[in-house]
């Protein structure tokens, strides 16, 4: 590797050091490594770059955008560091152990097994149960001077249903995506349709279980505006790993327009394809966001990133085109009934139809 190289490395991985380590953490390290702290930082900048790739991206809880998470990762970094001092600590005190019986001196059973057998875990179990536990209340929802905002998410085998209101309080119904104001509270009140579920943005908040015939409220909010990634985090099938969603928050200035926009998002009636719709799709599926439905409420939809409960992403007709050809191998275990008895043609006016819906 050339010199450049090495240096463009090294820059590269002092920049995601210096991104990703806790902030506490940046602001002490020269007072505690004094002179030697820049040597430090330009050799090990690049296995950090490597150590620290996963604590960036859209599913990182150490890449938070919202109190909750922020509150979540730290508790994390404190994990990790208490984690490592006791790791340098038993292997200190090991080696200490082995340097006495070379020397033909024992340790003192009775301290040493009250003190790190006992004080020492007790003690750190202690501070860590103490931590989580605040962290942990402070998901919960609270009164606050402005109120929080309130939606509903629904899970299900193997999607997830919201529901807003818009300020003359009508529904709002969308799957697959949650639209929220920046800068502001969000209470979801979860449940699930038929197992369990678990509802989690790790960049936003902590994860909380969507159980059936009962409702958890979870609060997160995001600071800025932005796309944020969600996925249940329980176990729930065969397609558990393609049941995620997204939440979208919006400039608070821009909230109101994007839900009403989310309301009127219908596919034109015109459209050769609308009878299609309603004589093989329409039993199950909803194309009014103001109307619940059995099935993902199909109103947006040309909006949408991701269809097929986050399985394909929307490049438009073709992307539903092909969901609706294939989603028996896309998705196994999809409830959608097989769309083998209609032709190409059908399908592709079906396609055509939803694509309308913006």
Request: hydrophobic share 45%; net charge positive.
């Amino acid at each position: 590797m050339s010199r450049g190289r090495v240096a463009a490395v090294s820059d590269g991985g002092r920049r995601e050091f210096q991104r990703a380590a806790p902030e506490w953490f940046r602001r002490a390290a020269p007072s505690l490594l004094g002179r030697a702290a820049p040597a430090l930082s330009r050799r090990a900048a690049p296995g950090a770059a490597l150590l620290l790739a996963g604590c960036s991206g859209p599913l990182s809880t150490l890449d938070p955008a919202g109190p909750g998470a922020a509150s979540v990762a730290a508790l994390w970094w404190v994990m990790f560091f208490m984690a490592t001092a006791i790791l340098l600590g038993v292997c200190a005190v090991a080696l200490y152990t082995l340097r006495r019986e070379r020397r033909g001196r024992g340790l003192h059973v009775g301290r040493f097994v009250a003190g790190w057998g006992v004080a020492f875990p007790v003690t750190a179990l202690a501070v860590l149960l103490v931590i989580a536990l605040r962290t942990g209340e402070g998901m919960l929802p609270k009164p606050g001077p402005e109120g929080a905002l309130r939606v509903a998410a629904r899970g299900q085998q193997w999607w997830w249903s919201f529901t807003q209101w818009d300020a003359a309080g009508n529904p709002v119904h969308s799957a697959g995506e949650l639209h929220i104001p920046a800068g502001r509270a969000v209470d979801v009140h979860i449940t699930a349709a038929d197992v369990i579920h678990s509802f989690w943005v790790p960049r936003l908040t902590g994860k909380l279980d969507a159980i059936p015939g009962h409702e958890n409220v979870l609060r997160l909010r995001a600071d800025t505006p932005g796309i944020y990634e969600g996925q249940c985090a329980e176990f729930c099938g065969l397609q558990h790993a393609q049941m995620d969603f997204r939440v979208i928050a919006h400039p608070p200035e821009a909230y109101a327009a994007a839900l009403a926009a989310l309301a009127t998002a219908r596919p034109d009636p015109a459209h050769p394809g609308a009878a299609d719709f309603a004589a093989n799709c329409a039993s199950c599926h909803g194309t009014d966001a103001r109307a619940k439905s059995a099935a993902p409420n199909l109103a947006g939809l040309a909006q949408r990133g991701r269809i097929g409960g986050g399985t394909l992403r929307n490049e438009g007709q073709e992307s539903v085109l092909l969901w609706l050809r294939r989603h028996e191998t896309l998705k196994p275990g999809s409830r959608e009934p097989s769309h083998a008895a209609l032709d190409d043609a059908t399908l592709a006016r079906i396609a055509g139809y939803l694509e309308t819906a913006r």
